[in-house]
């Protein structure tokens, strides 16, 4: 199988998914150059909600005062205009494979911030079903056994989506939480009864779709609901 990869290289070299450039041997799908332009979220954050922030008080503006049913979030880069197109790839393109070009230095994130110190389960944020099969793959759970393989903590899809919501882009902070509000259920809650969740999504924006998945976990009897996230909104 080597050899034949090796072959199928030399007749068909691979290339960049962002910019279609020759990759170079120890390349994995994004070249070095595409990788650098990936901001990695690292300096003051918030302590909860892992927002970059510019001052030194431990919570930003949007978690102070603020009810969340999740007791800490960790994003490991920003959501801008570059890895906007990296999303794209892994969540509509059926390019769910471009996120093992950067899987070592997530898990390295893991491990650095002990993210996974108390976990007993790791949750992907589910799609609804009609979703899942037009989609092929739910982009949040290839996420979450990435780094359950490492770990060797089991992946749960306890929850379901009840519900074909709007898209949450195409709405503001308000509408956002109005469309998911009660849309997750678990199955099997004996299953999470007294158990430290890992919910695992792409994105975090405003925080609406994990906070209600954590809602839910917690309601059905889990002890705490953590997030992490591929990518975290400015």
Not at 215 to 229: D, E, H, N, S
Request: with cysteine.
């Amino acid at each position: 199988m080597n050899l034949l990869n090796t072959l199928l290289n030399l007749i068909y070299p691979p290339h960049c998914l962002v910019c279609k450039a020759r990759l170079d041997a120890d390349d994995r799908h994004l070249c070095k150059k595409c990788l650098n332009k990936i901001h990695l979220i690292n300096g003051p954050t918030c302590k909860h909600c892992s927002r970059p922030v510019f001052y030194h008080r431990p919570l930003c503006n949007e978690c102070e005062g603020r009810k969340s049913y999740l007791s800490r979030v960790w994003s490991w880069a920003l959501y801008d205009d570059y890895f906007k197109e990296i999303i794209k790839l892994f969540k509509y393109k059926n390019k769910s494979y471009v996120i093992k070009a950067f899987s070592r230095s997530i898990l390295q994130f893991i491990e650095e911030n002990q993210i996974l110190k108390k976990i007993d389960f790791i949750v992907p944020v589910p799609l609804h079903p009609d979703k899942l099969r037009m989609r092929g793959y739910n982009q949040s759970r290839v996420l979450a056994e990435l780094i359950a393989k490492h770990v060797k903590i089991g992946v749960l899809d306890c929850l379901i989506k009840t519900i074909e919501t709007r898209p949450q882009n195409e709405l503001n902070k308000t509408e956002r939480k109005l469309n998911i509000k009660g849309v997750f259920r678990v199955k099997h809650p004996k299953k999470i009864c007294g158990k430290m969740i890992l919910l695992v999504d792409d994105i975090f924006t405003t925080g609406s779709t994990i906070n209600e998945c954590a809602k839910t976990l917690i309601k059905a009897g889990a002890k705490k609901a953590y997030g992490f996230t591929l990518s975290r909104g400015l």
